[in-house]
């Protein structure tokens, strides 16, 4: 099957950060299929290479870009190249980020610290200040934050406060931007079925904890069927907002044994 020429991302051009697996590849193919030319932007190029194969058999453009997160220079560069081949953008949807090892909190060295804030607050910074550049008329900027935006959690203060500051720089930047024209909206996912979380799954699972009160974990096409939304004209109304996707974790955030 194609890609929709007449759906709702079609003659769109998207920037997906961290697009080599997980969320980020299941929001890349989505879009794809909803009609959006897409750039995938990860650390190493072997999966995001044949994954651009995979999604221009549907008859979109998709550009495979390596891009350090944590090097100014190669974010640099990562815009440049988009702007280029594709002649300006619509959508960044910065998935890109990094959940530490679990420490304590004065266990923590400065290379732990600039290493969480760096990926997952720095960077999404910059590459939506220049993807604004990009967009002409108006976009839509996504930023994947974390229920972990909303609640403490032993081990990790780095990953919560740099989350935490993402939905921040969502309401900041959409205050500013609105008049422009560029939406800036969050998601918040909880528990999904990604290598990342695969830690904390154990760790509930060890301790006979419920992942959520729905009892299950999500699956990342359900993240990428919430941000397609956002990014359509059907969710032109809606900006500044981080939207959780945690089968009811946030009911419950705090009540679980060793928060």
């Given at each position: 099957?194609?890609?929709?020429?007449?759906?709702?991302?079609?003659?769109?051009?998207?920037?997906?950060?961290?697009?080599?697996?997980?969320?980020?590849?299941?929001?890349?193919?989505?879009?794809?299929?909803?009609?959006?030319?897409?750039?995938?932007?990860?650390?190493?190029?072997?999966?995001?290479?044949?994954?651009?194969?995979?999604?221009?058999?549907?008859?979109?453009?998709?550009?495979?870009?390596?891009?350090?997160?944590?090097?100014?220079?190669?974010?640099?560069?990562?815009?440049?190249?988009?702007g280029?081949?594709?002649?300006?953008?619509?959508?960044?949807?910065?998935?890109?980020?990094?959940?530490p090892?679990a420490?304590?909190?004065?266990?923590?060295d400065?290379?732990?610290?600039?290493?969480?804030?760096?990926?997952n607050?720095?960077?999404?910074?910059?590459?939506?200040?220049?993807?604004?550049?990009?967009?002409?008329?108006?976009?839509?900027?996504?930023?994947?934050?974390?229920t972990?935006s909303?609640?403490?959690?032993?081990?990790?203060v780095?990953?919560?406060?740099?989350k935490?500051?993402?939905?921040?720089?969502?309401?900041?930047?959409?205050?500013?931007?609105?008049?422009?024209?560029?939406?800036?909206?969050?998601?918040?996912?909880?528990?999904?079925?990604?290598?990342?979380?695969?830690?904390?799954?154990?760790?509930t699972?060890?301790?006979?904890?419920?992942?959520?009160?729905?009892?299950?974990?999500?699956?990342?096409?359900?993240?990428?069927?919430?941000?397609?939304?956002l990014?359509?004209?059907?969710?032109?109304?809606i900006?500044g907002?981080?939207?959780?996707?945690?089968?009811?974790?946030?009911?419950?955030?705090?009540?679980?044994?060793?928060?």
């Open positions: 099957m194609g890609a929709d020429e007449t759906g709702p991302l079609a003659g769109k051009r998207a920037l997906v950060t961290g697009a080599s697996r997980g969320i980020g590849a299941a929001i890349a193919r989505r879009f794809a299929e909803q009609g959006a030319d897409v750039a995938l932007a990860a650390r190493s190029t072997g999966a995001i290479d044949a994954l651009a194969e995979e999604l221009g058999e549907l008859g979109v453009r998709a550009l495979a870009v390596r891009a350090d997160m944590t090097d100014r220079e190669s974010l640099r560069a990562l815009m440049e190249r988009v280029h081949e594709f002649g300006g953008l619509d959508i960044l949807v910065n998935n890109a980020g990094v959940l090892q420490k304590l909190a004065e266990e923590h400065w290379a732990d610290w600039d290493a969480a804030i760096g990926l607050l720095s960077a999404p910074w910059y590459l939506a200040c220049r993807a604004k550049e990009l967009m002409g008329d108006g976009g839509v900027v996504v930023n994947n934050a974390s972990a909303y609640y403490p959690s032993r081990g990790l780095a990953y919560n406060v740099s935490s500051a993402m939905v921040m720089l969502t309401r900041v930047l959409a205050l500013e931007w609105a008049r422009d024209g560029v939406r800036v909206v969050g998601v918040a996912p909880g528990k999904i079925e990604t290598d990342l979380v695969q830690p904390i799954l154990r760790w699972e060890k301790r006979g904890v419920p992942v959520n009160p729905m009892r299950r974990v999500g699956a990342d096409h359900e993240v990428a069927d919430l941000v397609a939304f990014v359509s004209d059907r969710a032109a109304y900006t907002v981080t939207v959780p996707i945690d089968g009811g974790e946030l009911l419950t955030a705090g009540s679980e044994p060793g928060r």
